[in-house]
């Protein structure tokens, strides 16, 4: 089991709690803890280095914090304050630690064909296997030859490899497929009465929204190249445990979709 998979879901858990009370976080020292609690694990994911690790938690928390039912004002003063120091954080961390590599990566991303045997290379074959599959394509008996030079076809570059084999029509479906499993995921957020449960669902589908665009997207050169699975289509026991009990948590958020949050009467 990957320790680093299940940090991600408990961090996940846990913030939700947190964005659940957020307003009680409104004296100075609780919203400094809120910001330590933030970039200490986006710190300690760029140190492994998991970069991807770092951006899907990222977004995930950002997006539970936009849909919590936080104050205007306190708001604005975690945002600002968290965006300030997150630049100066980010920017000293890339180019003191990982300077060289972070350069040569940005590089290779914009203009692979300055380096087509170095860092450009991925690149470059992800493009002409795309660019070579057709619409139908080429069938699992050219299997052994792409997996000879496409390299981790069954979990980071899984959905080139399928456009390969199955063609571009397989590829379309593929996507649709993808985007309405997600949205089917994002409407139960908006029938959800509870808050805790709302961020839950808001959350988890951030969880399996963010590496399966990435994916995707890494495939057609939009995005750089990461380690990043396709959600219950890249092989992975870790992965697929993670993706599992995420979607657990949604579907048994949205059998207690009509129960609100108990309110307490104080009588004088």
Known sequence: MNVTVLSLFFLFLAWAGI?????TFNSWKKQMLLFFLFWSPIFFYMMLPNIMFGIIYFF????????????KRLAVSIGLVNMAAGLIFLSTLITSYRKDYFFIRLAAFINPDA?????????ILVKDILSNSGWFGRWLYNDINIQQFLPATHTDFVFPYLVYS??????????????IFILRISINALITKDL???????????????????????????????????????????????YSAILGLILNVYRKKDFVEPTITYLH
């Not at 995930?60 to 104050?71: D, E, R, T, W, Y």
């Not at 029509?169 to 993808?178: N, T």
């Not at 399966?212 to 870790?238: E, R």
């Open 60 to 71: 995930c928390i950002g997006s539970m914090f936009a849909f919590s039912q936080v104050q």
């Open 166 to 179: 199955l063609g571009w029509l397989f590829g379309i479906l593929l996507c649709i497929i993808l985007l």
């Open 115 to 123: 380096d087509p045997n170095g860092a450009g290379f991925m690149y």
């Open 196 to 242: 805790f449960g709302r961020l839950l669902v808001i959350g988890g589908a951030t969880l399996f929204t963010v590496p399966t665009c990435w994916n995707v997207l890494m495939g057609f050169g939009i995005v750089p190249i990461m380690g990043v699975s396709l959600p219950f289509i890249s092989y992975g026991g870790s992965m697929l445990l993670f």
């Open 19 to 23: 964005f659940n009370k957020i307003n």
